[in-house]
C-alpha cells in the first residue's frame, strides 16, 4: 500500500518482467528473468504469472470469450472454453459470453479481466490497483474473487494499491 507515486506500480512493473530494473535481480524459482530475452520473459509471464491492471483491456474486437481465450492461445495451450464457461458463471456474468467488451460495465471488465489474468493457473497474480475505478459493492466482489482464485489455484497473489478497502482483507502489508 502507499500514495500515489510511491513506486507501488513500478515495482509490480519490475517484478512481473515488465520494466527492467536499475540494479539487482528478479528470480523466479531458479530463473532470473532479466536474464531471458525480451520473448522468451514474455513466453515465462504468460505460463506463469497473471497479471490485472488499474483498467482492464481488452481486443474490443473479440467476444468475452474470445477475450478469455487469447492468452492460452498465445501460449500454445489448451483452449479449455468450459473452464471459461465456469469461471463467468462464478461471477455471474456467463450471461455476458458473447458481448464484446465495450458493452460491458467498468466492474463487470474487471472481473472478465481477472478470469484472464488466471485462466491459465498462473503461481503468481499480479494485480495493480484492481478496486481504484469500481464502487463498494464491486470492488468487494473483486477482492474475494482474486483472494478466491489465489487459493484455489494455490497462487501467490501481489496487489499494489492506495484502497483501503483492501486493509481488512490483507494479511501482509508493506508500506511504501
Request: glycine share 6%; no cysteine.
Amino acid at each position: 500500500m502507499g500514495e500515489s507515486g510511491s513506486g507501488k506500480t513500478t515495482l509490480l512493473h519490475i517484478l512481473a518482467g515488465l520494466r527492467a530494473p536499475t540494479q539487482g535481480s528478479v528470480f523466479y524459482d531458479e530463473t532470473d528473468i532479466y536474464q531471458l530475452g525480451s520473448t522468451q520473459r514474455d513466453q515465462f509471464r504468460g505460463k506463469n504469472i497473471g497479471l490485472v491492471f488499474q483498467t482492464a483491456e481488452f481486443v474490443n474486437a473479440l467476444s468475452v470469450l474470445e477475450n478469455l481465450m487469447l492468452p492460452l492461445f498465445l501460449n500454445h495451450e489448451f483452449q479449455d472454453e468450459h473452464k471459461a464457461k465456469h469461471l463467468l458463471e462464478k461471477v455471474g456474468l456467463f450471461h455476458k459470453i458473447n458481448k464484446k467488451p465495450f458493452e460491458l460495465s467498468i466492474g463487470e471488465q474487471q472481473r472478465i479481466s481477472i478470469i484472464r489474468s488466471v485462466i491459465q493457473s498462473p503461481k503468481l497474480i499480479f494485480a495493480d490497483e484492481p478496486t481504484s475505478a469500481l464502487d463498494d459493492k464491486n470492488a468487494h466482489h473483486v477482492i474475494e474473487l482474486l483472494l478466491e482464485i489465489s487459493q484455489e489455484n494455490n497462487s501467490s497473489l501481489l496487489i499494489v494499491t492506495h484502497d483501503h478497502r483492501w486493509s481488512p482483507f490483507i494479511n501482509n502489508t508493506i508500506q511504501l
